[in-house]
């Protein structure tokens, strides 16, 4: 079974995702706080095939991500890291700081049953 970890403050929409039938054979991880991310990151670590990254977390108005995704990847994270902001210049920010992939919050199901596969 693939696990996925989400990390986004909008818990209505990670929990709806969660919930999608599409993901009965899937493991998703939800965070919502840089604060629960690092704890899910270190408890889960050999665990996570794939990690999907709000470009904004704390701060809703400027991405502030980027260093979470630097971390991961300092980490020596081989899985898919997908940016996933309903702005694009934001995903943007987030493919430059190592994110693998980019999708909106409206294409994300689509995405992760792709990249899970």
């Known amino acids: 079974m693939k696990t996925i970890l989400i990390i986004d403050d909008n818990l209505a929409f990670t929990s709806r995702v969660q919930k999608d039938k599409t993901f009965e054979e899937i493991r998703i991880i939800l965070a919502g706080s840089f604060y629960s991310a690092k704890i899910i990151l270190e408890k889960q670590w050999n665990n996570l095939d ?7 977390i704390e701060n809703n108005e400027e991405p502030d991500s980027e260093y979470l995704i630097e971390e991961i ?12 902001s309903g702005n694009d210049a934001f995903n943007d920010i987030l493919i430059k700081a190592g994110a693998t992939h980019k999708t909106t919050k409206t294409n994300l199901i689509d995405t992760l049953l792709r990249l899970s596969k």
């Open 73 to 84: 990847i300092k980490r020596g994270f081989k899985g898919a890291i997908i940016a996933c």
């Open 50 to 56: 794939l990690i999907c990254v709000d470009a904004c």
